[in-house]
């Protein structure tokens, strides 16, 4: 099983709304990762979690906030959002160099975002 | 930091031509670089991952070349058809900034448009 499922696929929140991404793996993967990507634009990477602790933040305003209850599970909390954080998120989920073997990144789906 | 570069950045072929496309980057300590390929609206889906150690994968019609020294990677495409129509992106794997965690820098991406 190669997969890494993302829920839900397509969601539209106002600006004052609370919601949450989800993403799950069951490959024994040990780093996940959240990307944004915007439209004709490569992923960004926004966080990475390792062993179930947050180790890159790559200066993400605090209106996201992940979360990653266990090794298979990897949340995004969304806060306040504005029109411009509308983009596809994407999870991604991949081996460590620690656990050794093949680091090969695996994505989801992606949730399309779209804040009104 | 590592920034990754694609050529071209869109391409389009008759069905049947074989293809090139380029990936370089800037810093060679990587521990490996992945290809991966994106439908409109999609998530990305893994083709080739080449470990730094490596110098070539394929996988059916698809080469992924690696000289890591040079710091470039080619795909190569054979007998394209309509269905391989989409954007490709080349992604290295690297250690961040403190060395303590992996992150993928992806380029901006080829689109590819292969007319029946």
């Known amino acids: 099983d190669t997969e890494v499922t993302q829920t839900p696929k397509h969601l539209v929140m106002g600006m004052t709304n609370k919601k949450s991404l989800k993403c799950e793996q069951h490959?024994?993967?040990?780093?996940m990762y959240w990307y944004k990507q915007k439209a004709k634009k490569p992923p960004e990477l926004m966080f990475v979690?390792?062993?179930?602790?947050?180790?890159i933040n790559e200066s993400v305003p605090s209106r996201f906030s992940p979360e990653c209850p266990n090794s298979s599970l990897l949340n995004l909390h969304l806060h306040a959002l504005q029109p411009e954080d509308s983009a596809l998120y994407l999870c991604?989920?991949?081996?460590?160099?620690?656990?050794?073997?093949?680091?090969?990144?695996?994505f989801g789906q992606g949730t399309r975002l779209t804040v009104v | 930091k590592q920034e990754v570069t694609q050529i071209p950045a869109a391409l389009s072929v008759p069905e049947g031509e074989n293809l090139v496309l380029n990936c370089s980057f800037t810093?060679?300590?990587?521990?490996?670089l992945q290809w991966f390929r994106q439908d409109p609206g999609k998530g990305l889906t893994s083709l080739l991952l080449?470990?730094?150690?490596?110098r070539e994968q394929t996988s059916g019609r698809l080469n992924a070349s690696l000289d890591k020294s040079s710091g470039r990677s080619t795909l190569y495409i054979a007998a394209s058809q309509p269905g391989d129509s989409a954007t490709y992106l080349c992604?290295?794997?690297?250690?961040?900034?403190?060395?303590?965690?992996?992150?993928?820098?992806f380029g901006k991406g080829t689109l590819l448009t292969v007319n029946p």
């Open positions: 991604a989920s991949s081996h460590t160099p620690r656990q050794g073997g093949s680091t090969e990144a695996f």
């Open positions: 490959m024994g993967h040990r780093a």
């Open positions: 979690y390792s062993y179930e602790k947050l180790s």
């Open positions: 810093d060679s300590a990587i521990y490996n």
């Open positions: 080449i470990q730094s150690s490596q």
């Open positions: 992604a290295v794997g690297a250690p961040n900034s403190g060395g303590s965690n992996y992150k993928l820098t």
